[in-house]
């Protein structure tokens, strides 16, 4: 079955630098994908980025990068120098394809990051 | 742009009360999901509709019933509301297949029931 779990309710890092989440997750579908969203205190939830399975490479989009460990079935985000604006709420989460065909997401409980200047 | 639109924003109900929360996406996506927000437990997803005509269970489905109106519109209800189904409702939207599957978010329906 489909599980994602996050370890870390909450994470301090000093502003400028970087920083890991931990995301480890479980799926018997070899065809999934991996994303990490962003959810600030004014509550909307912002796509940072996402990994296929079947990618080679780990995803990066701009000071977000993604640390596939498909073998140890975990996907880190890291970011780098953060920012002030940085503190939030993150979600892991893995799609995989449904019963009814289609994609069905589910997402893990989460981590704040407190970024401190 | 609207993207994803959810309505209402907010809504207090009493127990044993029903209602109905909306949401209507514009970007052409097959599928369209339903989750509930609650604190330390992440986005519990509740029901969702990989195309039109089809839907199916979420991890919480109970006490919850969905209706795919048309490609655009997917509506939950609740049916006799409960105190423990307070929460932060977000209906999203994605492509049924292909691409990433990213899902885009509506801003969220918080609900509170007495």
């Known amino acids: 079955a489909q599980k994602i779990t996050q370890t870390q309710p909450g994470m301090f890092v000093q502003e400028k630098e970087a920083v890991t989440l931990d995301c480890t997750y479980d799926?018997?579908?070899?065809?999934?994908?991996l994303f990490w969203y962003k959810q600030p205190s004014s509550g909307e939830m912002i796509f940072l980025i996402y990994?296929?399975?079947?990618?080679?490479q780990n995803a990066t989009e701009g000071r977000y990068s993604l640390n596939f460990q498909k073998a140890r079935k975990s996907a880190n985000l890291v970011i780098s120098a953060s920012q002030l604006g940085d503190s939030a709420m993150y979600f892991c989460?893995?799609?995989?394809?449904?019963?009814?065909?289609?994609?069905?997401?589910?997402f893990g409980a989460g981590t704040r990051l407190f970024v401190k200047a | 742009n609207a993207g994803v639109t959810q309505t209402p924003k907010f809504q207090v109900l009493k127990t044993g009360q029903s209602m109905t929360l909306q949401c209507a996406q514009d970007?052409?996506?097959?599928?369209m999901y339903w989750y509930r927000q609650d604190p330390g437990m992440g986005l519990r997803l509740i029901y969702y509709?990989?195309?039109?005509?089809?839907?199916d269970k979420g991890e919480v489905p109970n006490g919850y019933n969905v209706s795919r109106l048309n490609k655009r519109e997917f509506s939950l209800r609740l049916e006799s509301a409960a105190p423990s189904q307070t929460s932060v409702y977000f209906c999203?939207?994605?492509?049924?297949?292909?691409?990433?599957?990213?899902?885009?978010f509506g801003e969220g329906s918080r609900l509170t029931v007495l």
């Open positions: 989460a893995m799609r995989e394809v449904g019963n009814t065909g289609g994609f069905k997401t589910i």
């Open positions: 509709s990989a195309s039109e005509g089809t839907t």
């Open positions: 990994q296929g399975s079947y990618d080679q």
């Open positions: 970007m052409n996506h097959n599928s």
């Open positions: 999203a939207s994605s492509v049924r297949t292909g691409n990433t599957g990213e899902l885009f």
């Open positions: 799926t018997s579908d070899p065809s999934y994908g």
